[in-house]
């Protein structure tokens, strides 16, 4: 429902329908509705917050819960993140007033079952303490953003239970910082033993045409989802 980064809308020769919100993804299972990351107001809004069974959280930057805010007036909602995310300054906002939300710390590496969905949180290598999800209802599926690689635990832990990868693929080739390069994301996927990598957070400056020939050159399955994808896994 929303697969860019802060910087991700329109823009720098994006085409004009081309529409990447913050981070919000749902994943159904059953009856079971939860949100990975709340970036969008607007996805969290047309995702039928109401209906939704929990949020999990990873990390304090805003553009990955600034929908939040939307959720915090409805029914109890149970939000799940560590308890630096929570604590951190940039999440002050809604750790100070989350009047319906239930603030839920975890552990990572430690399986807790949201309805039909189990998840198991891990740690991930961001600027910020963040955390990525295994959820899993049939199938494993990875989400990891924002992140710099993986620590090896997390690595180690992923291989033989993912079969699907939602990873952060913000940078050009080569890129520096606290967020994957493209490649490297792809190399993420190669290295876990992934069936498929969707590769999301493109920041404005990659095309979606250089990620999917670095896939092929690696002869890896992968996709660029836009916003409103539905894939069925």
């Given at each position: ?209 250089e990620v999917l020939e670095e896939a092929e050159r690696l002869g890896l399955e992968a996709s660029v989802p836009d916003d409103g994808e539905v894939r069925e896994l």
């Amino acid at each position: 429902m929303g697969t860019g980064p802060a910087s991700g809308w329109p823009a720098y020769g994006y085409p004009k329908d081309k529409r990447r919100r913050p981070s919000t993804y749902l994943v159904e299972c059953g009856e079971t509705r939860v949100f990975l990351d709340a970036g969008s107001w607007e996805a969290v809004a047309e995702g039928a917050g109401e209906r939704v069974s929990a949020v999990l959280l990873s990390h304090a930057h805003v553009d990955h819960w600034a929908g939040l805010n939307f959720l915090r007036w409805g029914p109890e909602l149970p939000v799940f993140s560590s308890k630096e995310t929570f604590e951190h300054p940039y999440f002050k906002e809604i750790s100070d007033r989350p009047f319906s939300l239930a603030l839920t710390p975890v552990e990572h590496f430690k399986r807790f079952e949201v309805g039909e969905i189990a998840v198991t949180p891990f740690p991930l290598n961001h600027v910020i303490p963040a955390t990525g999800f295994l959820v899993e209802c049939g199938t494993g599926l990875a989400y990891a953003l924002d992140t710099r690689w993986l620590p090896e635990k997390s690595l180690r832990f992923l291989k033989g239970k993912a079969d699907y990868l939602i990873v952060d693929a913000a940078l050009p080739k080569g890129g520096q910082g606290g967020h994957n390069s493209y490649d490297m994301a792809l190399e993420l996927g190669l290295e876990i033993g992934v069936k498929e990598v969707f590769a999301v957070h493109l920041l404005p400056s990659v095309t979606e045409e250089e990620v999917l020939e670095e896939a092929e050159r690696l002869g890896l399955e992968a996709s660029v989802p836009d916003d409103g994808e539905v894939r069925e896994l």
